[in-house]
């Protein structure tokens, strides 16, 4: 699409296109992030039940941290005063940090919204915290994170038209406040605007147009994964992902599963981020070529072959399904450990193939072999 000239430089390059799908290259301070890209997340500066060199070694360019939790703990000046959120944690590549924005949403009973600002009561002491747009920009760069995302309203569907509505006038007014409080930011760092409109076509095309002709470094779609169903996401990323600027990086928030992200990519999304991978590790449940795999299943019990003999990852090669079982169902820190990163590492696997695939030009071909791959299911149990 044509876009206004916002005088904005672009980080992203875009590398292939086969269809709608697209690889690129997102040049950040901190290092180069490949697309499609998942970032882990990493809420309040660390990666639950994983060290950050397996997050790099299992493929990860860029992970998230979560601004509304960091502001509360350990604080974002004594984080700034600490070398900043890349120093402070140990991870030394891209970083990208949420608004919290979806606080608004996900912390309901806690909080209200007002023209100015969200005012929360701390989940940890129940102390009164301020978040304006102003002051999540203020946070962000605090923080020192590679990619900032404006301050928005997320609505959990379904909803009302009206209150979709609101919402999403809301958030593009904060978005151009978000934009001026970011103009002091040093070259090279950069703010996402976040497309929102539910459910509701018209005002996802308002939201993206509007957010369009303020100009912003990479574009979100927001508001997705809150509780609609698959098809419903599905048909607003295709209203929504034609209407941002073809030049510029496009990040579905909050998704999700293999299964979204692979349809997600087919249309165009170049981003995504999820706690899936390590809260499904945490019960039991592992992300494989077979699809998913309960570990607590008593099927497993006697099984001495591993989640996938032909993985990469050495965890998925190198332990038996027994094993991983009994660590599962005794409870054991380490078997949260094991599917932690054989998840993380099987998201990265399948964004590297995604960005293999469409170099070649053969991403339906992939798009077919993955979703058979999924059908067939796990290995017969013996």
């Known amino acids: 699409m044509s876009r206004p000239d916002t005088g904005l430089p672009n980080h992203f390059e875009l590398l292939a296109t086969d269809g709608a799908a697209r690889t690129g290259r997102l040049t950040t301070p901190h290092g180069v992030v490949r697309t499609p890209a998942f970032m882990p997340v990493g809420t309040a500066g660390a990666m639950k039940g994983m060290h950050w060199r397996e997050v790099r070694d299992a493929g990860a360019d860029i992970v998230l941290g979560n601004t509304y939790h960091l502001m509360l703990r350990p604080g974002a000046e004594r984080i ?58 203020e946070v962000q760069r605090l923080l020192g994170s590679d990619i900032a995302m404006q301050m928005d309203e997320c609505v959990r569907l379904p909803a009302e038209r009206d209150d979709i509505d609101r919402a999403m006038r809301l958030s593009l007014r904060w978005a151009e406040r978000s ?29 993206a ?55 997600a990519v087919k249309r ?67 078997g949260a450990m094991l599917l932690s990163e054989i998840n993380i590492a099987y998201y990265q696997f399948l964004m590297q193939g995604i960005r293999d695939a469409i170099a070649r030009g053969t991403f339906d071909e992939f798009y077919q072999r993955t979703r058979e791959d999924w059908a067939r299911g796990d290995i017969a149990p013996r």
């Open 209 to 263: 147009q509007g957010l369009v002709e303020i100009g912003f470094h990479g574009y979100a779609i927001g508001g997705l994964a809150v509780g609609e169903p698959q098809a419903v996401m599905l048909a607003m990323i295709d209203e929504t992902a034609p209407a941002l600027p073809s030049d510029r990086p496009r990040y579905l928030m909050g998704v999700g599963t293999p299964d979204d992200m692979l349809e």
């Open 268 to 334: 165009g999304v170049d981003m995504f981020d999820c706690v899936m991978p390590t809260r499904n590790g945490r019960h039991g449940v592992a992300f494989t070529r077979f699809g998913q795999v309960n570990l607590r299943n008593a099927r497993h019990a006697d099984d001495p072959r591993p989640l996938d003999e032909e993985s990469s990852w050495p965890s998925a090669r190198n332990y038996a399904r027994a094993y991983l079982h009994h660590l599962v169902k005794a409870g054991e820190t380490l």
């Open 179 to 207: 934009k001026r409080a970011f103009e002091s930011a040093p070259d090279g760092y950069m703010l996402f605007g976040i497309v929102q409109g539910g459910d509701i076509p018209q005002l996802r095309h308002a939201s």
């Open 80 to 137: 700034a005063a600490l070398g900043g959120l890349q120093r402070f944690t140990g991870w030394n590549g891209p970083m990208l940090t949420d608004s919290g924005g979806f606080q608004v949403m996900s912390l309901a009973d806690l909080r209200k919204v007002s023209e100015q600002a969200v005012t929360f009561r701390s989940h940890i002491d129940g102390a009164k915290v301020e978040l304006s747009p102003e002051r999540s920009i």
